[in-house]
């Protein structure tokens, strides 16, 4: 598929404001893209997320990747004891004790540890190489539509799976690929904090291997469902 010919109709179907963003998690053994620099400061998953939708791209080795939280279940490095005892977590005030927080982290889903080398972020348009998911940061309405376009043909309902932390790495990256069904993430507190997401605004990873059907679906009810429910 043609990259910049999605991220064009992705951007047009939705009226997005931000670009696509491409993410490709480079396993031990792959060759990692060209055309891809790294970051000169430390930066987060949810960082270059952000980062990306406004045209950077960027290359993200293990060592270069800022928080370990995301790090460890993307792969790249081992889960901290502090995190995976729950001490972490709660010491932010989020949970009321470290076993509740270390329940989180227990039943996220991750990559197995230190089975990737790096992660490739950058605007869909500009991705020469296949990414593993697509994620999309934009008002509710606006991600709302991914829904009905991942029904239209088989019908059924979405079930999305979400927590109090890790909206980029885990909602919107790891389980897209794990599942190979899209998901959305309100975001996180981690996100909130450290990226300018705005307030209003939610997360959606779609696998790239359905965007074509995705895409397909949202051109016919573009037209139709689409304008009329925004014509109110």
Known sequence: MDNAKISDKLVRLLDLRHEPV????????EKIPEGFIEPEKNIRHCQSIMRARKGESFVIPANKHACMVGASSLGLV????????GEFHSNLGMFD???AAANMIDQRSAFEEKSTIATVVGPLKD??????????VDLPETLYWLVPAAT???GGRQAFSTAAFQATCVD???IPVISGKMNMSLGCYGCRRSTDIQNEEMIAGIPYQNLEKMIEALEKIS?????KARQK
């Open 172 to 174: 919107s990256t790891i």
């Open 127 to 136: 991705f020469k190489t296949e990414p593993d998911v697509v994620i999309l």
């Open 152 to 154: 239209f043909f088989e």
């Open 97 to 99: 004790c470290s076993d």
């Open 22 to 29: 491409a993410v490709k998690v480079i396993k031990k053994g």
């Open 78 to 85: 081992p889960l901290p004891p502090k995190v995976k005892e």
């Open 223 to 227: 037209d139709g469902p689409m304008q």
